[in-house]
């Protein structure tokens, strides 16, 4: 029941030199696109173009031509020691006349596609930001006619050197003196500037791209895919100016045998993009079927998962990479785990696609009919963060810093949404940029995750939320002042002191750095047994946080509840002092790691620890039950007092998801754990209209 083919168009591979172009199989048949696109005619399927420039798809050159580059040095991304990249400079003029060229005749050959409709959609580049920026020694591109664009981008932002300098604790003589961050030598205002820089140049790339395509008369729906966690230079929210955005999802590419790494990342990651795509269809663009490194075993029951929940949480296109495993042009197999292998025979995942797309077939129109239902509960994210992972200059306690940050940017909203499912809670995903407060006031509950910063307007928006009435729940670091480094003169949602100069007390570091170097070695070893070389960026990449990741959520602390019991925090606390007008909640040695304060008709509550951050990691399957209860105990009570009744009955490893016809309910149980009967009890308040 497949009825969707979606494709790379390798610019490499068919553009064999400068000018000489093969779509007909003259060269090599596997180079008939005219004939794929036929055989995609007469099996009348839905088609989805994707023709760069960038594919990245672990394949040559991540689709560029080599040519291109050898031929155009001038186009590469340079560093500061004089090194040049082997990725382009995106808005070279240079390369984009090249880049248009190839629409010009790639969109040639599509063109009758388009126009009979069977292909219905283009995708523009693919997760673009993460081949030039994804593995490379320091995020700075100094290529002169990158250098000139950012000149450009802070005189039109700042308009005059004081306000640059002020911002950037700077003395800047003229515009041309400002460069991109020096390893080592720029403060983080430096930093946090030209990463917004970086983001925004991406997104006129897009632009540009998608402008070459209406230039070719193709007026067609163009999205774009980015990776779900949002991590730099992947601004989504930025890249919907262009197009909607797609997400990519691999939950699975450890060596742990746990089902998924990632077990509430596809639920988080589906909900995260419908929200920022606002009106437009939800597209899963590269949801992961399987992985290429020969050590992770991807279960069936881990792309069933994955793969159902994405079309319950309103996922409008599942496009699977990949379908097949293959054997390459230059001989190395491919081997990816995929529903078919490399002889086209099928595999167990292929009877998971069958019952995929046999359910969407027989239910897919209620589906369409129906709408999911939310608690008044929030989670925000706060995109800005991720740039506090980049430093020019780095030491040991940075690298501490850095990991607790990462894990509150990256795990924590689908860690929290992991303890709220199991506790009946559906919440609501928003950007807290992108949010207006008409949103935002709907909810009773939001729950945010701080790595000290937020924009003015955020912040403000934050503040009335609480002055009138609703209930914020911040985890991690106090925001104690805004992006520009201006300290707040009274802090109203966060008013502890440090308990003292070194507040900050880490658990299990240096087991994790002893686990994760033992990862790391043995995954050097083993590597040089992956024969398909392209992969190795992939996976390089993803190393050693593919590894780390399985033993970083297991270490923390008991600490003491104020209620009489106790609770299991993680990875880190911070300490803080009781006075006026400060209730502690958690304590850690008899000092205050959680707190609430009133601020007008509402409350702010502060958590100084990654809570429930193993929710969303290996350690979810095995972790002790009186762990998960303690943290899911502790989030109930606070629901139960700012008076939002569950949706439905507290249960481990059950995620229950609800979608409402007009009349009847579709009712969809997860279920993570060992096989088990669940009774499942709907609050009836809620449900009371429904036959």
């Not at 602390?557 to 106790?566: L, P, Q």
């Not at 998960?628 to 507290?650: Q, R, T, Y």
């Amino acid at each position: 029941n497949i009825n969707l083919i979606s494709f790379y168009i390798p610019w490499i591979w068919h553009e064999i030199e400068e000018g000489v172009f093969d779509f007909t199989g003259t060269t090599f048949p596997e180079r008939d696109l005219i004939y794929f696109l036929k055989l995609c005619e007469k099996y009348e399927f839905n088609v989805m173009a994707r023709p760069g420039p960038y594919i990245y798809a672990e394949y040559q050159g991540f689709g560029l031509p080599e040519w291109l580059r050898e031929q155009n040095p001038e186009i590469l991304i340079c560093y500061e020691d004089g090194q040049k990249s082997h990725e382009v400079s995106l808005n070279h003029p240079v390369y984009l006349e090249y880049t248009r060229k190839w629409y010009e005749a790639i969109f040639t050959i599509l063109r009758p596609y388009y126009n009979n409709d069977m292909i219905f959609a283009c995708q523009l580049d693919n997760e673009t930001g993460l081949p030039q920026f994804g593995n490379v020694p320091f995020m700075s591109d100094v290529n002169p006619d990158t250098v000139a664009k950012f000149q450009v981008y802070a005189e039109n932002r700042y308009t005059d050197l004081e306000s640059l300098n002020k911002a950037m604790r700077s003395e800047y003589k003229s515009f041309s003196e400002l460069y991109p961050p020096k390893k080592g030598k720029s403060n983080k205002f430096h930093v946090r500037m030209y990463s917004e820089f970086i983001e925004d140049y991406i997104v006129d790339y897009l632009a540009t791209l998608k402008q070459f395509v209406l230039d070719q008369g193709i007026d067609t729906f163009f999205y774009l895919n980015d990776p779900y966690l949002c991590h730099w230079p992947h601004h989504s929210v930025k890249k919907t100016k262009v197009a909607p955005v797609g997400y990519d999802t691999y939950p699975k590419f450890s060596t742990d045998s746990s089902t998924h790494d990632f077990p509430f990342c596809v639920s988080y990651a589906t909900e995260f993009f419908h929200s920022i795509n606002k009106n437009q269809p939800t597209i899963g663009a590269e949801v992961g079927c399987g992985w290429f490194d020969p050590r992770v075993k991807v279960s069936p029951e881990a792309t069933l998962q994955l793969s159902m929940v994405s079309i319950v949480r309103n996922t409008s296109i599942l496009a699977y990479y990949l379908l097949q495993d293959c054997l390459e042009h230059d001989g190395y197999k491919w081997i990816f785990q995929s529903p078919l292998d490399i002889n086209g025979q099928p595999t167990p995942r292929y009877d998971v696609l069958k019952q995929v797309g046999t359910f969407a077939k027989e239910y897919g129109h209620l589906l369409c009919k129906s709408e999911e239902v939310y608690s008044d509960v929030g989670l925000g994210i706060y995109i800005p963060h991720v740039r506090d992972m980049i430093k020019s200059n780095i030491n040991y306690w940075d690298v501490i810093d850095g990991i607790n940050k990462a894990l509150l940017h990256f795990n924590g909203q689908s860690s929290i949404m992991g303890v709220l499912l199991e506790c009946g809670y559906n919440p609501v995903i928003n950007d807290i940029e992108l949010m207006t407060y008409e949103e935002l006031k709907k909810l009773k509950v939001l729950f945010i995750f701080s790595t000290g910063h937020y924009d003015k307007t955020s912040h403000e928006k934050l503040m009335r939320f609480v002055y009138e009435g609703g209930v914020l729940i911040t985890i991690g670091y106090p925001i104690t002042e805004y992006e520009s480094g201006e300290k707040f003169e009274k802090n109203v949602l966060y008013p502890a002191e440090p308990y003292s100069t070194s507040n900050i007390y880490n658990f299990g570091t240096t087991n994790l750095a002893t686990q994760a170097s033992y990862d790391i070695v043995s995954y050097q070893w083993s590597r040089r047994h992956i024969k398909h070389k392209q992969s190795l960026h992939t996976i390089d990449m993803m190393q050693p946080m593919a590894e780390v990741i399985k033993h970083i959520s297991k270490s923390g602390v008991w600490i003491n509840n104020e209620r009489g019991s106790k609770i299991w925090a993680s990875r880190f606390v911070s300490t803080w002092k009781s006075g006026s007008g400060i209730t502690p909640l958690l304590r850690y040695n008899d000092m205050p790691i959680a707190y609430s304060a009133r601020y007008g008709h509402g409350k702010s509550i502060f958590v100084g620890t990654l809570l429930g951050i193993f929710y969303d990691s290996p350690a979810y399957y095995n972790k002790e039950q009186s762990k998960k209860d303690s943290i899911s105990d502790f989030v109930s009570i606070i629901m139960k007092e700012a008076g939002i009744k569950p949706l439905h009955n507290k249960n481990n490893d059950i995620e229950v998801i609800i979608r409402n016809l007009e009349d009847g309910i579709l009712v969809f149980l997860v279920n993570r754990g060992e096989a088990k009967e669940y009774s499942i009890e709907l609050d009836t308040g809620f449900y009371e209209n429904i036959k």
